[in-house]
């Protein structure tokens, strides 16, 4: 007989009650009949006796990785866990946050510890309404410490209110502090992990990465660090006349399109100052909005259009760059001399590039080059204005690749071109000596001879072709009419 599906669920959670009353997880009413509990302060190691205030302490049973009971230590570190069952516990700690000086215990990979994880822990033993006092000491991490220098004008001495970042190499953490007036800095980090150290502060060049240090189980010392000082630009942005400018302006020091080293807003009246910016060379970049996602870069010093072709500025310590000065809306006037135009653009080898110039003397004659490996291709005459347009094949053995086309004047001055891809010709483009024979053949064909005599040949050609392949057809045909006559 088929038992219900209510029956048959009430069965499954008595089952599942025992179960759960068997391995030691009894309901909260149960559970409070012994009236056992372990109660104490949790403090952490240290010369002075520092007290943990607001962790999470949670009894385990021995052999179980269920909670059995938990609390919250109080602002003097006390806690109290109550309602437990007779037995053997191990006592867990999980601190608020995650820079505490102190380590949890049991050290967990994950949320909730495993078995093999709490068994690292003592056991604890409590007898039927006994009241256990535990006291629990978290063990230190260990500290990476050093002193953080200023040198500026040829001195170099330890350097208060500086910003210590301590960067766990592989995974997502980091610690931070700040150094007292003698420049020190102690900052406790997880045993067992790779460190980066980076140290900024005001008026001294950010030192990003300044060191890598590795972490065992014990403290490491002497993480010192020396920032220099930074070099400073600073400039105005302002509108062309009929223009408008963002409410809103950042100017970034780049080293890479993608990569801001430091960066500064541009004040109300247009002016930007750049400070702690470390020697070297960079581009200047003039984004938009930068408080809002799209981040639109509306230029480069001198009105460049992208991050290569921005003018390059290189700076020293101590420096102060000055005039870093742009004006949107304008574009900057085209420079005089001759120019090569050629833009960049494919062709198939034996096929035709598009070449233009200006800016070159009128009739004046040029040799055109195409290089890696300088194949001349010809030469081409500037019209009346100096500028110049042609199309020139490109020899079908150029191999595959980026090539420029150069053209050179008299004084064997060489104007290149924009990257021209070739690409390798196809099977169907002709050797050069059958496309001298081709064009042999297109002048025989324009030597005035009347083409029809020719015409009319490959006309009866065609029709006795075809009657040749009716008659093949039809003798098939009429040898089989004679064997069905003669079955007849």
């Known amino acids: 007989m088929a038992i219900p599906v209510r029956r048959r669920a009430l069965i499954w959670l008595a089952t599942i009650l025992t179960g759960l009353a068997l391995a030691g997880v009894a309901s909260p009413a149960a559970a409070s009949t012994s009236g056992a509990s372990i109660s104490g302060v949790v403090i952490g190691a240290g010369v002075d006796v520092t007290v943990i205030a607001w962790a999470q302490v949670t009894a385990y049973r021995s052999d179980s990785t269920f909670p059995a009971g938990w609390g919250t230590t109080a602002g003097d570190g006390t806690f ?58 978290l063990p230190a991490r260990p500290v990476i410490s050093g002193i953080v220098y200023g040198s500026a004008g040829g001195v170099t001495e330890p350097l208060a209110g500086a910003t210590v970042i301590v960067r766990n190499t592989t995974a997502f953490q980091a610690f931070s502090a700040t150094t007292g007036a003698d420049g020190a800095f102690a900052v406790p980090v997880a045993a067992g992990n790779s460190y980066v150290i980076s140290v900024s502060a005001e008026g ?61 807003g541009v004040q109300a009246d247009g002016t930007f100052t ?79 590039l598009s070449v233009t110039a200006q800016g070159f003397e009128p009739g004046q004659s040029l040799a055109m080059w195409l290089q ?12 009346a204005d100096g500028a110049i347009t042609a199309s020139v094949a490109v020899p079908v053995t150029t191999p595959a690749g980026v090539h420029h086309l150069v053209l050179v004047d008299d004084e064997a001055r060489g104007y290149a071109s924009e990257d021209i891809t070739v690409t390798a010709a196809s099977a169907s ?24 005599p020719a015409g009319l040949l490959a006309g009866l050609l065609l029709i006795a072709g075809l009657g040749a392949l009716a008659l093949r057809r039809m003798k098939p045909a009429e040898a089989r009419v004679r064997a069905t006559a003669s079955r007849r």
Request: a negative charge.
């Open 80 to 137: 109290t866990i109550a309602n437990l069952q007779a037995g053997d516990y191990r006592i867990a700690v999980k601190q608020q946050g995650g820079s505490s000086p102190w380590v949890n215990v049991p050290t967990i990979a994950s949320f909730l510890p495993t078995a093999a994880e709490l068994a690292t822990l003592p056991i604890v033993s409590v007898g039927d309404a006994e009241q256990k006092t535990v006291d629990i000491t």
């Open 204 to 264: 001294y060049a950010y030192a990003q990465d300044a060191l890598v240090v590795d972490v065992a189980d014990a403290d490491v010392t002497g993480a010192d660090v020396t920032l220099v000082r930074g070099a400073s630009i600073s400039g105005r942005v302002s509108a062309a006349p009929g223009t408008e400018l963002p409410d809103s302006i950042l100017v970034s020091v780049r080293n890479q399109p993608e990569s801001t080293v430091t960066a500064a």
């Open 274 to 352: 750049i400070d702690s910016i470390p020697a070297g060379s960079y581009k200047i970049s003039f984004v938009a909005d930068f408080d809002m996602p799209s981040r639109q870069v509306l230029g480069w010093w001198k009105n460049a259009s992208t991050f290569e072709e921005a003018a390059v500025i290189t700076v020293v310590d101590g420096e102060s760059v000055t005039g870093i000065d742009v004006v949107f809306g304008t574009t900057p006037p085209a420079e005089a001399g001759p120019k090569n135009l050629t833009k960049a653009q494919t062709v198939t080898a034996g096929g035709l």
């Open 372 to 383: 890696s490996t300088p194949v001349k291709l010809g030469t081409v005459v500037a019209d």
């Open 429 to 452: 483009v002709a050797s050069p000596a059958a496309v001298a024979g081709a064009a042999a053949t297109a002048r025989l064909a324009t030597t005035g001879q009347d083409p029809a």
